[in-house]
């Protein structure tokens, strides 16, 4: 398997403007985590999906954050409208039967908002 | 809720020395723990993770951990630390609180390891 598959790796915008980051999870895993890296705040789960429903989205920032998983294979995460603020590397994560077992990372998406 | 503090931010260490990161949990229950390494620009990687029984736990890499509930503590160590192992290393804690399933991070340990 090619691992957590997160596109792009990097992405540079202006303030304002809308930001979609994509993550594709390792074939028959059930579960899908976000998370968002910075120097201040360390590693922060933003929410996290079973079976493709959002569980806990306690730590989404706020409503400019949006996450949705359409499918088993997919999600995205959508900040609008961005903010210099959340400039951070954002990961996603999956594994089979939540955080007990090894949870697999992406190589992670660096936004910068200008 | 379950926090982790990892009072080292940075530890250099001569390559061939010993190592030991510090990470302390608070969490009311008995918890899993576990240690990641992230390389640059690379995600995050599990080296071991403790549930229960034996309180000395071995990973990958030559790494292994104790767990040490007087002190709620659960501190990384190796043997013998070879240049590939600078990179930054989490310690974190996890919980099935409110019916969740969640992992709560450290805020990392930068290794820098002299040749």
């Known amino acids: 398997d090619a691992g957590v598959i997160q596109s792009p790796r990097h992405e540079v915008t202006e303030m304002g403007q809308e930001v979609t980051l994509r993550c594709k999870p390792i074939?028959?895993?059930?579960?899908l985590f976000w998370y968002r890296q910075t120097m201040m705040r360390g590693l922060e789960l933003l929410i996290y999906f079973n079976n493709n429903v959002p569980i806990d989205d306690s730590g989404m920032p706020e409503d400019r954050f949006s996450a949705k998983m359409p499918n088993a294979s997919f999600s995205t995460l959508k900040i609008q409208p961005s903010e210099p603020r959340d400039s951070a590397v954002y990961f996603c994560a999956s594994s089979i039967g939540g955080f007990r077992n090894i949870q697999y990372f992406g190589a992670g998406t660096r936004l910068s908002v200008l | 809720a379950q926090s982790v503090t990892q009072p080292d931010i940075h530890i250099t260490v001569s390559e061939g020395a010993s190592l030991e990161l510090r990470c302390n949990y608070s969490?009311?229950?008995?918890?899993?723990l576990f240690w990641y390494v992230q390389s640059p620009g690379q995600g995050l990687q599990l080296l071991l993770k403790y549930f229960s029984g034996d309180t000395l736990v071995q990973g990958i890499k030559g790494f292994e951990a104790e767990f040490k509930r007087s002190q709620s503590s659960f501190n990384l160590r190796k043997p013998s630390v070879h240049w590939s192992d600078a990179a930054e290393y989490f310690c974190?804690?996890?919980?099935?609180?409110?019916?969740?399933?969640?992992?709560?991070f450290g805020t990392g340990t930068q290794l820098k390891v002299e040749l």
């Open positions: 974190a804690v996890g919980a099935l609180t409110g019916g969740g399933n969640k992992l709560t």
């Open positions: 969490y009311g229950a008995t918890p899993y």
């Open positions: 074939s028959g895993h059930d579960y």
